[in-house]
């Protein structure tokens, strides 16, 4: 069947562009999460951010259409913020993507359904172009506390 197709026994591979990088004790998977360890170690240097972790925890979400979804989030990123002699510390989930698809919208939707009290940041390296991208971007805005354009940052300190 696949002779007649044309293949001969040829095997179809997609190149993809992340490429793992170590760095700070942790294997990131791509070089877009290496570059914001970098600037949160910036920033914890800065002391803006208390600590940070790369992948620490994986959420189990509910059962929908009997399938059971995990989710990890890239990073948990601690910040502290002080009132008079008091020190409160607090982490948010930031979630590195170079473009977002339908299915990191869903992803966002059940996470924040699931996990409501659960502060969640989108990173993303660009701003989308095309309608596609900015339509989904403004569906993951419903469900994301914040999004971070992360291009502007990385050129500014120059990663």
């Known amino acids: 069947m696949t002779d007649k197709m ?9 190149d993809w562009h992340n490429q793992p990088v170590e760095a700070f004790g942790y294997r990131f998977k791509s070089k877009q999460e290496y570059k914001w360890a970098q600037y949160l170690e910036y920033l914890k240097m800065s002391d803006e951010v208390d600590t940070w972790q790369y992948e620490p925890h ?11 979804r995990i989710y990890t989030p890239d990073f948990k990123v601690y910040t502290v913020t002080r009132y008079a002699h008091i020190r409160y510390v607090q982490h ?3 979630e ?3 473009t977002l698809r339908q299915k990191d919208v869903t992803r966002f939707r059940y996470f924040k359904a699931d996990y409501p009290n659960e502060r969640i940041v989108l990173v993303i390296t660009s701003k989308p172009r095309t309608t ?8 993951a805005k419903k ?14 300190l120059g990663l």
């Open 143 to 156: 469900y994301v506390d914040d999004v971070i354009f992360a291009g502007p940052i990385f050129r500014k």
């Open 6 to 14: 044309g293949f001969n026994e040829r095997r179809v591979t997609f």
């Open 132 to 139: 596609k991208r900015i339509v989904l971007l403004e569906k």
């Open 58 to 68: 994986t959420f189990e979400m509910k059962e929908r259409y009997r399938k059971r």
């Open 92 to 94: 948010e989930w930031h």
């Open 96 to 98: 590195v993507k170079t």
